[in-house]
């Protein structure tokens, strides 16, 4: 069962999510791809050309395709996050949210349990000063799923005051 909780109506929500991970998966991550599809895919997520990646999903292609390895459940959404592609994130969110999935979405784990936050929080892709500029720009469009990891995180990178001051 969905458990939703917020503490906070602010852009920055404070929130315990409990999704069972298979439910959601089976929901929301398609592998409906064949092998050389995924490819073109994940490269366009990767380098960043939103108008690139808007013209896949037009053709078809699903935002939540399973892009990695089989059950790894990396999406484009994940990469992105993890590469720092923030118009490609942006644009699979605003997609998500119209269709009530957002959510669901930012709590998908991978088979290492990251969620798309945390997949950025612990990109080893990105500077420091490039992480909190991806994470500045993301908590002040987006609430964020908060949990125990993703405030580790938050605080092992020293990003407190960006989330503190987009919690107002």
């Known amino acids: 069962q969905d458990i939703i909780k917020i503490k906070s109506n602010t852009f920055v929500a404070e929130a315990e ?5 298979d439910e959601i998966r089976k929901e929301l991550i398609t592998n409906n791809l064949d092998v ?3 490819m ?10 939103v108008n690139e990646f808007r013209k896949l999903i037009n053709k078809g292609y699903s935002m939540l395709e399973e ?10 959404l994940h990469y992105a996050m993890h590469y720092g592609k923030m118009e490609i994130a942006f644009y699979i969110l605003e ?26 929080l612990k990109s080893n892709a990105l500077s420091s ?19 125990e990891q993703v405030l580790k995180e ?3 990178r020293n990003l407190e005051e960006i989330y503190k001051r987009n919690k107002k």
């Open 17 to 21: 999510i409990k999704f069972d991970q």
């Open 36 to 38: 050389n599809s995924k």
């Open 40 to 49: 073109v895919l994940y490269q366009t997520a990767v380098k960043g050309d």
């Open 67 to 76: 892009v990695s390895a089989k059950n790894f459940f990396w999406t484009p």
């Open 95 to 120: 997609e998500l949210k119209k269709k009530g999935l957002y959510n669901k979405a930012m709590s998908l784990e991978s088979n290492d349990k990251r969620t798309p936050v945390l997949c950025l």
């Open 129 to 147: 000063g490039n992480k909190a500029d991806c994470f500045r720009r993301l908590v002040e469009r987006y609430p964020i799923i908060v949990n």
């Open 154 to 156: 938050i605080r092992n």
